[in-house]
């Protein structure tokens, strides 16, 4: 045998007993389990993005919130989703109300049942999941959202697995279980939007309906305005330019069209709508709503005994929206679209004393102002 045959050969062995040695690792199950590290792990080399996380919904404080408390179940179904760390106090008591690993451990979507939560996906507790992999060495690198720009060792094997975090499937366990890990469900996936990519990592904040420049690319808002005669005819045209219904797909929030008449002073003359009461239109008002067998709000998932109504903006659709007046002294039609993150309706579940309903976000608005008894043009 030649002798550089036996250096080769020599080289080949050195080289796969080190990879089996460096490997050990990740076939061995006397490593703690993912699901019981905190978030402050991930801290260390993910500055920028542990930043990010904690100042969303996901990495806000991990104690429930007033409203929560007042629907949570009993049995802690709620909490599948809304507060999974609640069985591991001890572990996650400074962490958010999702840590990082209760995401970063979803392998797959089981298919199966009903389950929800982490227990609609088969998780793996010994290699972190993400949409892109990176193997774990001495070797130092920049990772991703470090916030420093540093580089740092990686201890840890993550696993790219493009087929859950770069679809839909990755949200689908809590935000849209009906799916059942479809990644087609939707036009587009959910991290297009609400995970934007910037500087070369996903934003973790996941911007979402309580952000105004979240709320301002739902919806498309116009108003036409003819005088016939005393009377005003007026047409407001709604159009919803998300992959999911307008305002969003839960029962809390609401969009609400607000329609004003001001005469050449600026002075309001009407309002469809006054201190953001339901009852007074409500073909105005888009939300998914729900009742109890006392006819209070209730989720339409979970609580809901009574068909939950539905008057949002389906996907694509464009809605019109037809009211006549008697308002001869108008000089400016302005339409507006309103998204409350809490609908008036859902205070009576909260103590009293803490009955004050959020500030709405102006998601759109669209005016025509009247020149002699017409419209003026655009």
Request: glycine share 8%; charged share 25%; net charge positive.
């Given at each position: 045998m030649k002798f550089s045959t036996v250096v080769f050969?020599?080289?080949?062995?050195?080289?796969?007993?080190?990879?089996?040695?460096?490997?050990?690792?990740?076939?061995?199950?006397?490593a703690p389990s993912l699901l019981k590290t905190p978030s402050e792990a991930c801290e260390t080399c993910h500055k920028a993005i542990h930043g990010q996380w904690r100042q969303s919904a996901h990495g806000k404080s991990g104690s429930p919130s007033t409203l929560y408390q007042a629907l949570r179940r009993t049995d802690g179904a709620c909490d599948a989703c809304h507060f999974p760390a609640a069985r591991e106090k001890e572990i996650f008591e400074n962490d958010g109300a999702i840590p990082c690993v209760f995401c970063h451990t979803l392998e797959s979507?089981?298919?199966?049942?009903?389950?929800?939560?982490?227990?609609?996906?088969?998780?793996?507790?010994?290699?972190?999941?993400?949409?892109?992999?990176?193997?774990?060495?001495?070797k130092g690198a920049v990772p991703p959202g470090s916030g420093d720009q540093e580089p740092a060792s990686n201890p840890f094997f993550h696993n790219a697995n493009p087929e859950v975090f770069r679809t839909a499937v990755a949200c689908q366990?809590?935000?849209?279980?009906?799916?059942?890990?479809?990644?087609?469900?939707?036009?587009?996936?959910?991290?297009?939007?609400?995970?934007?990519?910037?500087?070369?990592?996903?934003?973790?904040?996941?911007?979402?309906?309580?952000?105004?420049?979240?709320?301002?690319?739902?919806?498309?808002?116009?108003?036409?305005?003819?005088p016939d005669g005393k009377d005003l005819d007026i047409k407001v045209r709604l159009t919803n330019l998300l992959p999911h219904p307008f305002p969003n797909g839960g029962p809390f929030a609401m969009g609400l069209?607000?329609?004003?008449?001001?005469?050449?002073?600026?002075?309001?003359?009407?309002?469809?709508?006054?201190?953001?009461?339901?009852?007074?239109?409500?073909?105005?008002?888009?939300?998914?709503?729900?009742?109890?067998?006392?006819?209070?709000?209730?989720?339409?998932?979970?609580?809901?005994?009574?068909?939950?109504?539905?008057?949002?903006?389906?996907?694509?659709?464009?809605?019109?929206?037809?009211?006549?007046?008697?308002?001869?002294?108008?000089?400016?039609?302005?339409?507006?679209?309103?998204?409350?993150?809490?609908?008036?309706?859902?205070?009576?579940?909260?103590?009293?004393?803490?009955r004050e309903l959020p500030k709405g976000l102006l998601a759109a608005r669209s005016e025509v102002r009247l020149v002699s008894g017409e419209a003026a043009a655009p």
């Open positions: 050969a020599g080289v080949l062995f050195c080289l796969s007993w080190t990879l089996s040695v460096w490997a050990a690792p990740l076939r061995t199950d006397s979507y089981r298919h199966e049942g009903k389950e929800i939560g982490l227990a609609a996906y088969r998780t793996n507790e010994r290699v972190i999941q993400g949409p892109n992999g990176a193997w774990m060495g001495a366990g809590c935000h849209d279980p009906k799916k059942k890990g479809d990644p087609n469900a939707f036009p587009v996936a959910c991290q297009n939007c609400h995970m934007p990519v910037a500087d070369g990592f996903a934003d973790h904040a996941t911007p979402a309906g309580k952000v105004l420049r979240m709320v301002k690319r739902g919806a498309m808002l116009q108003v036409q305005a003819r069209l607000r329609l004003t008449l001001l005469d050449s002073r600026g002075a309001v003359l009407w309002e469809n709508v006054a201190k953001n009461k339901m009852d007074q239109d409500p073909k105005a008002v888009l939300a998914l709503t729900g009742a109890d067998e006392l006819g209070h709000p209730a989720p339409p998932k979970g609580l809901v005994t009574e068909p939950a109504g539905d008057s949002r903006l389906k996907v694509g659709e464009a809605r019109t929206l037809v009211y006549r007046l008697r308002q001869p002294d108008v000089a400016l039609v302005r339409a507006e679209i309103i998204i409350l993150p809490l609908a008036p309706d859902w205070l009576e579940k909260l103590p009293e004393g803490k």
